[in-house]
T-cell receptor, first 112, second 113 residues
Framework: DAGVTQSPTHLIKTRGQQVTLRCSPKSGHDTVSWYQQALGQGPQFIFQYYEEEERQRGNFPDRFSGHQFPNYSSELNVNALLLGDSALYLC???????????FGAGTRLSVL | QQPVQSPQAVILREGEDAVINCSSSKALYSVHWYRQKHGEAPVFLMILLKGGEQKGHEKISASFNEKKQQSSLYLTASQLSYSGTYFCGTESPGSSNTGKLIFGQGTTLQVKP
């Protein structure tokens, strides 16, 4: 049973560029959440997708957008990258109505 | 608002016990505990729900004081594998069971031989 998988594992971009990160949820899970984790900090909630729609959003600008596909996989897009966007981006999945979220290992984004 | 964890860091010898606390200024619906090792995914340890329901590992225990808006994670007879950073994630009643977790800043635990 595959867990939550994310790709790529590492990414280097320059300021102003755009980036797309990908997440495949744990088998049987239909809800995907994205978190940003700065170095030495706890994860911060970005948004959550269920039934291909954004259901909840944290305190992140519109530069952060996402998508969920019919197979429940998800993408996180960040436009006009800033140096402060450098972080570990984590994806978590769960059953809708379930309590427990399972995390992937994340994508390490470095913005130069 | 972000929950506050204490202590920020703790160093133990194998076999010693530790307690990690998580305190919120907001009413809580649930508290979720995770452990993250460097470069790895946060691993689910325990969930505590309002009303007393708990789900998690057999060898890890936790408490949830709803009135005080606090939770504590108890690590007994620590092993080297317990090393890592522990995070509590909280849900408020207004977003109960929505999956929107607000995480503390983490507690780094190091277990030495």
């Amino acid at each position: 049973d595959a867990g939550v998988t994310q790709s790529p594992t590492h990414l280097i971009k320059t300021r102003g560029q755009q980036v797309t990160l990908r997440c495949s949820p744990k088998s049987g899970h239909d809800t995907v959440s994205w978190y940003q984790q700065a170095l030495g900090q706890g994860p911060q909630f970005i948004f959550q997708y269920y039934e291909e729609e954004e259901r909840q959003r944290g305190n992140f600008p519109d530069r952060f957008s996402g998508h969920q596909f019919p197979n429940y996989s998800s993408e996180l897009n960040v436009n006009a990258l800033l140096l402060g966007d450098s972080a570990l981006y984590l994806c978590a999945s769960r059953f809708k109505g379930g309590n427990i979220q399972y995390f992937g290992a994340g994508t390490r984004l470095s913005v130069l | 608002q972000q929950p506050v964890q204490s202590p920020q860091a703790v160093i133990l010898r194998e076999g010693e016990d530790a307690v990690i606390n998580c305190s919120s200024s907001k009413a809580l619906y649930s508290v979720h505990w995770y452990r993250q090792k460097h470069g790895e995914a946060p691993v689910f340890l325990m969930i505590l729900l309002k009303g007393g329901e708990q789900k998690g590992h057999e060898k890890i225990s936790a408490s949830f004081n709803e009135k005080k808006q606090q939770s504590s994670l108890y690590l007994t007879a620590s092993q080297l594998s317990y090393s890592g950073t522990y995070f509590c994630g909280t849900e408020s009643p207004g977003s109960s069971n929505t999956g929107k977790l607000i995480f503390g800043q983490g507690t780094t635990l190091q277990v030495k031989p």
